[in-house]
């Protein structure tokens, strides 16, 4: 890896420090070899702080795909614009690598917090997303010109043996970086605290190499205002760490209020409860399971997931009986399938129903499902659905768990006469292949003869052509169609809040007339099978069941609004994020 050293030309070209041979401390091998550690860890650092970025913004933010593209193309550019700067530092460059060490560790490890406090005081941080993304890609930018010099000052080599070693430290940590941000850095120390203890491990690699290896070039005035700097980055970083907790905490209230009682990063999202201490004790009760409180019971509980409104027990009573109700008229419903819904909600309509003999739910974060088992408010609220024997939980990806089915050896699959996809909103990166052709096509090998599906397909109003692009994927599999929709409450978007928090429910990226218009938000449903589906209500129906005329007049307000001819969504071709 190390070549071996060419003489020094003392006539050669280049600033004056860059072509002195340093002082070292140790011999020039070991010195070449600390050096390279140094690129190591900056490398491993650096991207570590980019997957901060990409990671925070897409919780805060929504579509992964969007945010990784935005992050990656500003600090790549700002990466050559960084190297093009570094060339004036190359005359000071043990100083000049010290200075940017310093300033690239307060900023990158301070920059999750930053981020996190626009977003919840000032309600947006796409401004603070690019500008941390330009920041932190100049500063990464300059390091490598840096380090060459001073690479080539510990022991002269040709210029493309000294570039090779450079890079090859530098994707080496790399790996390390982008192996330690999922699996140590995230579930050890979570967002905030992990992008802090990064930068001052950054800090503290690039004061060793200064400092100690180069530190006999520096002058006094030098190293002093160098150490100075470096204390008080280390000091304002360590602070950082001590305030994380109280800052994560306030931040929180600022987002979701003061009553915000559960919050915990699960190895699948995080998940917020809020409210519903005493506010749910009616749900239980109550025909509709609305969990409207009685007086004086406290407020509403409302479960978040990846900052996401996805439960305000206000309005899902409403929603559960549209999504479950229809599917269960068709016909015989003994054997159900419940694909996500953890919260237990949709369980709890389907148990209402006397001839359900099983209910299966596959959900992939068993964190919520011990919530909704434990919860006193989200247990009530549910009517502690889990308890029943005739309900069987699957953690497992639904995507996975459907094919794996249609794999079992030596035996067929077990067929549902009503399978309910209660999932994350299709506009979320992480939920597109829930909404695929491959998806439907898993799921329609699932169904019993005259089985039904009924899928939850975002607000028809706020993202139409979400909608029924969910709906023209369903008909691609051959399954027949017939859409509906349910009026949300009030003038809250509950379950219609888009992939965007910072947006506000009523911003639709792909322009539909809602929010132009200020009109009524509605729910939108799907309900499938492969023949012609009709809406009613099932023979054993609970009374709290949606009468057949206010779902007509869903299925005709949706039928005026059709779009046609638009291509179903694929794997390879996700179409909700046009």
């Known amino acids: 890896m190390i070549d071996p050293p060419e003489p020094f030309v003392a006539g050669s070209q280049g600033p004056s420090e860059a072509l002195t041979p340093a002082r070292l401390p140790v011999p020039s091998a070991l010195g070449r070899l600390l050096v390279l550690a140094a690129v190591f860890v900056c490398a491993a650092c650096g991207l570590v702080y980019e997957l901060e970025l990409v990671a925070l913004a897409s919780y805060l933010i929504g579509d992964s795909v969007t945010q990784a593209s935005v992050v990656l193309s500003f600090m790549v550019f700002a990466m050559g614009v960084g190297a093009l700067l570094a060339k004036r530092l190359r005359c000071r460059a043990a100083i000049g690598f010290g200075a940017v060490e310093a300033v690239l560790a307060l900023v990158g490890g301070g920059s999750a917090m930053a981020l996190y406090a626009c977003f919840a005081w000032l309600g947006q941080s796409r401004c603070a997303l690019v500008g941390f993304s330009l920041g932190i890609g100049v500063l990464i930018g300059a390091e490598i010109p840096l380090l060459m010099t001073l690479i080539q000052r510990v022991r002269r080599q040709d210029a493309g043996g000294a570039v090779a070693d450079l890079f090859a430290a530098d994707y080496v940590g790399a790996l390390v970086g982008g192996l330690a941000f999922p699996f140590l850095l995230l579930p050890c120390l979570g967002q905030l605290t992990g992008a802090l203890v990064?930068?001052?491990?950054?800090?503290?690699?690039?004061?060793?190499?200064?400092?100690?290896?180069?530190?006999?070039?520096l002058t006094t005035r030098a190293r002093w205002a160098l150490c100075a700097v470096n204390v008080l980055v280390l000091a304002l970083l360590g602070a950082g760490v001590v305030l994380a907790g109280p800052f994560e905490q306030a931040a929180r209230r600022a987002v979701y209020g003061a009553s915000a009682r559960i919050a915990e990063q699960t190895g699948v999202q995080e998940v917020v409860l809020t409210g519903g201490t005493g506010g749910t004790g009616?749900?239980?009760?109550?025909?509709?399971?609305?969990?409207?409180?009685?007086?004086?019971?406290?407020?509403?509980?409302?479960l978040f997931l990846d900052g996401r409104l996805k439960v305000d027990s206000g309005d899902e009573g409403l929603y559960h009986q549209a999504l479950v109700g229809?599917?269960?008229?068709?016909?015989?419903?003994?054997?159900?399938?419940?694909?996500?819904?953890?919260?237990?909600?949709?369980?709890?309509?389907?148990?209402?129903?006397?001839?359900?003999?099983?209910?299966t739910v596959v959900e992939l974060d068993p964190e919520v499902v011990r919530l909704a088992r434990t919860d006193p408010g989200l247990s009530v609220l549910n009517r502690h659905a889990f308890g029943d024997p005739r309900v069987r939980v699957?953690?497992?990806?639904?995507?996975?768990?459907l094919r794996g089915q249609g794999r079992s050896a030596g035996?067929?699959?077990?067929?549902?006469?009503?399978?309910?996809?209660?999932?994350?909103d299709p506009g979320i990166t992480a939920s597109t292949k829930l909404y695929s052709q491959e998806f439907y096509g898993l799921a329609a090998r699932m169904l019993a003869p005259g089985g039904r599906l009924v899928v939850h397909?975002?607000?028809p109003q706020v993202r139409p052509r979400t909608y029924w692009t969910v709906e023209a994927t369903l008909r691609s599999v051959g399954l027949r169609t017939l859409p509906y929709r349910i009026p949300v409450p009030g003038r809250r978007s509950g379950f219609s809040a888009g992939p965007d928090r910072s947006a506000g429910p009523f911003a639709p990226p792909d322009g539909g007339p809602a929010a132009r218009s200020g009109t009524r938000q509605y729910w939108g449903f799907v309900l499938t099978a492969r023949r012609p589906p009709r809406l009613g209500t099932a023979p054993d129906a609970p009374s709290t069941a949606l009468s057949p005329g206010a779902l007509w007049t869903g299925w005709r307000g949706e039928a005026r609004e059709r779009i046609p001819g638009l291509p179903p969504s694929t794997l390879m071709h996700p179409r909700y994020l046009q």
């Open 411 to 424: 035996r067929r699959p077990a067929r549902y006469d009503v399978i309910v996809s209660d999932l994350p």
């Open 326 to 359: 229809p599917a269960m008229a068709g016909g015989a419903h003994g054997r159900v399938l419940v694909l996500g819904g953890g919260d237990g909600l949709a369980v709890r309509e389907l148990l209402r129903y006397r001839s359900v003999r099983s209910v």
């Open 457 to 459: 397909a975002g607000p």
């Open 394 to 401: 699957v953690t497992a990806d639904a995507f996975n768990w």
């Open 282 to 302: 009616g749900a239980a009760g109550s025909g509709a399971g609305s969990g409207r409180g009685r007086k004086g019971s406290g407020s509403p509980l409302e």
């Open 198 to 217: 990064t930068g001052a491990v950054n800090l503290l690699a690039g004061a060793v190499l200064v400092l100690w290896l180069f530190g006999r070039d």
